[in-house]
């Protein structure tokens, strides 16, 4: 039976469920018919985390010595927050073995797949990966072995990574229920811009205009409706994190503001008409159904 080891560099929410989906599928057939075991490294600075890693099944064994950690991984993944990807890779690079293949689950691209591929030895392939799916909570306690089922994992490779290495890490989203899609890293980041990091942004806009209104008059906090809270849910995020987020994709956000803000200047014009508000309103509700079919 082939065993592959698989380190993963931060067994937080997504590393943890990471650990927990593919220790799911322990064994599954491969395109070789050969069968496939997993065995799961979690590797971090903070030991009481990893100790927390292993008691709740996502990782087998555990490390805080980088180097140790990936010198036999056949796959590293470095589930780590956007801005440490690029240095950890650095620090790892020189100890990594030959034919090792490193994804990320970055949730920005272009500047983690550039960066990278300008360090990376020769012997080791680069295959980048954003798995959209999360949640506001934190840690590995929240870790979920369903996390992934159903969920958008967009791929990103290197122009000259070997198709064998896209397939094998293509191959372990899908065992983990994912839905493989490929993209370039710039077509990715101008996406999510507008899907992903805009939302957050203006979820946590939301919650600030109704705090202040709130400061004032306490009866605010009173009337918070359902539509508040779900479209505040995702202010709960980690704030470090969705600070370095959409600061590496700051130019693509600022254009997806740019045109939130031209759309909110057009509806304030058209407050005045109650027809055209239900036109904007009900193209709005066919979008939306169109978006989600």
Same mark, same amino acid.
């Given at each position: 039976m082939k065993v592959t080891k698989v380190a993963i560099i931060g067994v937080g929410l997504i590393g943890g469920s990471i650990g927990l989906a593919l @220790?799911?599928? !322990? @064994? !599954?057939k491969i395109l070789n018919s050969k069968s496939l075991t997993y065995r799961?490294? =979690? $590797?971090g600075r903070h030991i009481e985390k990893l100790k927390l890693a292993k008691k709740f099944g996502a $990782?087998? *064994?555990f490390t805080t010595d980088f180097k140790s950690g990936v010198k036999d991984a056949d796959i590293v993944v470095l589930a780590s927050t956007v801005d440490t990807i690029v240095p950890i890779f650095k620090n790892i690079a020189p100890y990594l073995k030959p034919g090792c293949i490193v994804t990320d689950a970055g949730s920005i691209k272009a500047g983690i797949v550039n960066r990278i591929s300008k360090i990376l030895p020769k012997s080791v392939h680069f295959v980048g990966a954003h798995p &959209? +799916? =999360?949640s506001e909570k934190t840690g590995v306690r929240f870790a979920d072995s369903d996390l992934y089922k159903g969920a958008a994992i967009v791929i990103t490779p290197l122009k000259n990574t070997p198709l064998a290495s896209i397939k094998t890490i293509s191959g372990m989203w899908k065992k983990m229920g994912g839905r493989v899609i490929m993209l370039s890293p710039e077509v990715h980041d101008n996406l999510v811009a507008r899907t992903s990091h805009l939302p957050h942004i203006l979820s946590a806009a939301l919650t600030k205009i109704v705090n202040n209104i709130n400061s004032k008059n306490k009866a605010a906090s @009173? &009337? &918070? +409706?359902g539509s508040f809270k779900d479209m505040t849910r995702i202010t709960d995020s980690d704030s470090e994190n969705w600070a370095a987020i959409c600061f590496g994709n700051m130019l693509e956000l600022n254009k997806a503001i740019n045109e939130y803000i031209e759309i909110l200047k057009k509806v304030k014009v058209e407050l005045n008409s109650p027809k055209k508000l *239900?036109? !904007? !309103?009900s193209e709005s509700k066919k979008n939306r159904c169109q978006l989600l079919q």
């Open positions: @220790k799911r599928n !322990f @064994k !599954f799961i490294i =979690g $590797i $990782i087998d *064994e &959209l +799916a =999360g @009173k &009337l &918070l +409706a *239900e036109v !904007f !309103f």
